[in-house]
């Protein structure tokens, strides 16, 4: 039986291959008892800057590679770093301790900072802070110098040096214990097209071993046996040869097979996933998710801060619209310092229900908004509404931040429906709304009471059910009858099965993680509203999950 590792993926694709451990070296210090640690460090710093130096000459490096080497190089030869570095040595602190603790303080720094590519730094100066400690205190970094062929690398972290050296050539993918979205490894390992999740804690978990890394789905299966490989192989070739027929429509306008235009965003939550939109040919944003802007900051960020970051992302739209959702703190994503410690935080205070509790931080958000859509076309998206009496208070406040800042842009305003009470409560709301937004991650939590989170309930919250259709369906007759624009920003946009059934439903608008952005608009082009109505009407009278999968799975397959 094959085993399965759920991950979280910054970088997409499938790979094949087998996994190559990289355990930082032998812990041996190689200096047992440090006689001059100053001289140490100021060699070794000395000894990277010259291998940067030499690394930025290899020829095959574009100029953002060169500038990322360059940028490290700079660092390591700032005369106030190694200051910094002397100072805690000579407070009682090992070269290589007094090297983390100072590369830790300036990451610190760097993350703070307003422009949005410095504060991405913070994250590689981190790295190179561990990196340098490491070979400080003998460690080494245990990086091959040549991988055997489909090597899958395991490795706790990498420096962007570190990956420009490694040897590509048969590298297929790469599991991380620490990363994120936004770093620039995940940047280089995108444009690399190389296949990465990040599992906190695979070298324990994992051993040397076949296995198929796949991450769209964000899961690592290892093999047991020949069986379970030729599988893998199978799984590979099909997933190839679909790639290849879904990025041949990548260029073309999002449309139905008869014509119809459907109106595709992206789902971002970070300034340089902005470049996405005109890299998959897609028609703006349609959910950025402010909160992951800020969530490695601690603190909800001053009005300055979000208005340089959402004007950052505006910038690179090319006059398309960005649809901001204000701040999804809370539940899962918590911010150090709101301090939230509640028994249930799914149901707690999350989203909305905070920036409401906390009206003076709220319209922080709304005036960085309300500055920007003086600019650029943006529209408001208000997270977990549930009650018409949430809506009146955030508008209020939208109206208070306008007169105080004596600006009345055109600023569209939805609300996420996440929630049964939004779905049963929307006529009470559609007169004062421009637009409405199914979040079906969270409204399909809230519908079957399981938590998304949680993977011991993960049968009780199924992406699909006959519940959650009929929900949508009744969801979508009533954004009809009301004359509300309806669009659908949860993961189930990205999933080919339900894309005919949304459609059916008369749904035009969609917002998706851009990376699936081939695959559905190969899809639409393969829908018919007569076929996708009739198939709508099976689905509406299944009554078990397995029964509409089927229906489903026998449709995508034809
Ligand atoms: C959703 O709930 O479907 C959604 C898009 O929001 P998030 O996943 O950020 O909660
Ligand atoms: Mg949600």
Known sequence: MSKV??????????????????????????????????RRVQAQLTKECDALAQLAQRPDLSESQRALLEADRLLLEDPELHDAIF????????????????????????????????????????CLGERLASRLSGMGHGLPEQLDEDTLLVVPDLTAAEFIRLPKTHLCGVVLERGNVD??????????????????????RLSTQSGLLDADKGQLTLATNGEDLALFRDTLAQWQQRREKHLACLADPAATAEGEPVWLGANIGSVEEAEKVGQHHLDGIGLLRSEFLYMAEGDWPNEARQYSLYRAIAQQLNGTPLVIRTFDFGADKALPGLNLIEANPALGQRAIRLGLAQPERLKTQLAAIVRLAMEYPVKLLLPMISLPEELDGVLTLLDEVKVELAMNPTL???????????????????????????GTNDLAQYCYAADRNNASVSPHYPQLSPALI?????LSRQ????????????????????????????????????????????????????????????????????????????????
């Open 470 to 474: 009929r929900l949508l369906h009744q």
């Open 412 to 438: 569209p305003v939805g609300i996420m429906v996440e929630t049964p009470a939004a779905v049963l409560m929307l006529d009470a709301m559609a007169a004062r709304l421009d637009f409405a937004s199914v």
């Open 183 to 204: 770093d620039h490894l995940a940047i280089l390992l995108r444009s690399a097209g190389i296949p990465t999740l990040v599992m906190p804690d695979a070298l324990t």
């Open 479 to 558: 954004a009809k009858a009301l004359d509300l624009p309806l669009s659908l920003c949860g993961e189930l946009a990205s999933e080919p099965r339900a894309l005919p059934l949304l459609l059916a439903m008369g749904l035009r608008s969609f917002s998706i993680t851009p990376v699936r952005t081939a695959e559905i608009k190969y899809q639409l082009r393969q829908y018919r509203q007569n076929d996708g109505k009739a198939l709508l009407a099976k689905a509406l009278a299944c009554t078990h999950k397995r029964d509409l999968l089927t229906l489903l799975n026998d449709c995508v397959s034809r």
């Open 87 to 126: 100072e805690q040595i000579d407070g009682g602190m090992s070269a290589d301790e007094a090297c983390q603790r100072v590369f830790a303080d300036y990451a610190r720094q760097f993350e703070q900072l307003d422009d949005p590519h410095l504060a991405h730094r913070g994250r590689d100066i981190f």
């Open 5 to 38: 590792f759920t991950a979280f993926a910054i970088s997409p694709g499938l790979a094949l291959g087998t996994l190559h451990l990289c355990r930082p070296g032998p812990q041996v210090r190689t200096a047992p008892l440090d006689s001059d640690p100053k």
